[in-house]
């Protein structure tokens, strides 16, 4: 019994010892070299009637000069805005996607290490996309918790003879994003052995430095004038500056500083995401801390990024409450101004007034979406010279009632804004109907 029970667990043994090594060899053997194309697995299967699916485009959004800016619907790695047939739902004939299984790191009113990278890399495969279809994982369009997007799959081919590739698995598989919600999904078995991957090499997200995010060290002391002038300089570049917050309007600061040798202000935006930050507050000077980017939809540059981490008040990139409670200044303008150069570069940002104008007509924006009703108004001073002053969706007193064009053509007014460039025009940005006084 004795010599048996030997063999029996002999044999056992070199089981267990086989295993192990071809466990090993396994993980040894599995390299960013020959990691499995998960992505080239999963197949689109055409013949699927259960779900929702769309040939779809990603959408391009005009500048202020009505020009399409190409794959300007990429918001962030696993955010897209496509085209759809207008109807009731999507007024504007935008479906805003939220990509299903993956969650990649932030890019925008957030800036995490490799969310960029993410961003850039859904923008580039969906670039040189021929054909782009979004699927839904049920038979109607699902939304995510905000009730603004939808849950979609994206596949696409970069060739009409190539099979379609899914967009959140590359993600994943690249060690781009981490997971959410993937077990009960139609495709969980492929996104989890590509999250293992993944996380085994220790991909970008899971272990690697993203070289491309400034460390807390390489961050560039700057003044605001010199930020507004060179913003290009300084693009994707973590700066430090400090100056007056002169209006908050939405998700961004306008902030500003007085320079007495040239008798102007200088601005710049700060866009801060749908984070509420209890330093920033119109009147309070605070210095910032953030990565300077271009906000491609817009054509402007901003600092986005900032932190006010409560439980590490001295890390060197939190903001900083210098003072609060000061004036807030605003500058008089003219309508040469609109026009002069030196003086366009100095307004930029800043907070302004322009009196006696004479609206002369108005064109309101009417295409579906969000800014419905939102005008562009064109006037003239008491010296007949032209000038635009556009103005967010407006309400009357009861926060109800939308200012529409009738209660403005013909009025003469004087008007306080954000003096901005949109398009290839320089504008005055009204943000509430206070501010906005007709003139007797």
Request: aromatic share 10%.
């Amino acid at each position: 019994m004795n010599k048996w029970l030997k063999i029996v667990g002999s044999l056992l043994l070199a089981v267990l010892l086989i295993n192990t090594v071809v466990s090993c060899d396994r993980d040894t053997q599995l390299t960013r070299d020959n990691m499995v194309d998960y992505a080239a697995e999963l197949k689109f299967d055409e013949t699927i009637t259960t779900r929702k699916r769309l040939k779809t485009t990603v959408h391009a959004y005009v500048n202020g000069d009505g020009v399409a800016i190409p794959n300007s619907g990429c918001i962030d790695g696993d955010t897209v805005h496509f085209d759809i047939a207008k109807d009731d739902v999507f007024t504007d004939g935008i479906i805003k996607a939220r990509f299903l299984c993956v969650d990649t790191p932030e890019s925008t009113g957030k800036v995490q290490p490799w969310g960029g990278v993410a961003k850039n890399f859904t923008k580039e495969k969906l670039k040189t996309a021929v054909d782009i279809i979004i699927e839904s994982e049920s038979n109607k369009w699902d939304v995510d918790s905000t009730g603004g997007r939808y849950l979609l799959y994206v596949w696409y081919r970069d060739d009409s003879s190539k099979p379609y590739r899914n967009l959140n698995l590359e993600l994943m598989q690249e060690g781009l994003a981490a997971a959410k919600n993937i077990t009960t999904t139609i495709y969980a078995e492929y996104f989890q052995k590509a999250l293992e991957q993944a996380k085994t090499l220790k991909l970008k997200y899971w272990g690697e430095t993203d070289e491309t995010y400034p460390k807390d060290s390489d961050t560039t002391m700057i003044d605001v004038k010199e930020l507004s002038t060179n913003a290009e300089t300084y693009l994707d570049r973590r700066v430090r500056f400090e100056g007056l917050i002169s209006r908050v309007e939405a998700q961004t600061a306008y902030v500003q500083t007085y320079y007495p040798d040239e008798l102007c202000y200088y601005g710049f935006p700060v866009y801060m995401g749908y984070d509420h930050y209890t330093k920033i507050k119109v009147g309070n000077i605070v210095s910032f801390c953030g990565l300077v980017q271009y906000y491609e939809q817009g054509e402007t540059y901003q600092v986005s990024g900032i932190q006010d981490m409560v439980m590490k008040p001295d890390h060197p990139n939190n903001l900083r409450l210098i003072e609060e409670n000061q004036v807030v200044p605003i500058t008089e303008i003219f309508a040469s101004d609109f026009t002069n150069e030196a003086k366009q570069t100095q307004l930029m940002s800043t907070n302004c007034m322009i009196q006696n104008l004479t609206v002369t007509s108005v064109y309101t924006t009417n295409n579906g979406g969000d800014n419905d009703g939102a005008m562009t108004l064109t006037c003239v001073d008491e010296n007949n010279v032209q000038v635009e002053v556009r103005t967010s969706v407006l309400y009357k007193a009861d926060k109800k009632t939308k200012v529409i064009d009738d209660d403005l053509r013909n009025q003469k007014i004087t008007v306080k804004g954000i003096f901005e460039k949109y398009g290839s025009n320089y504008q005055l940005h009204v943000f509430a109907f206070t501010d906005i006084t007709f003139v007797e």
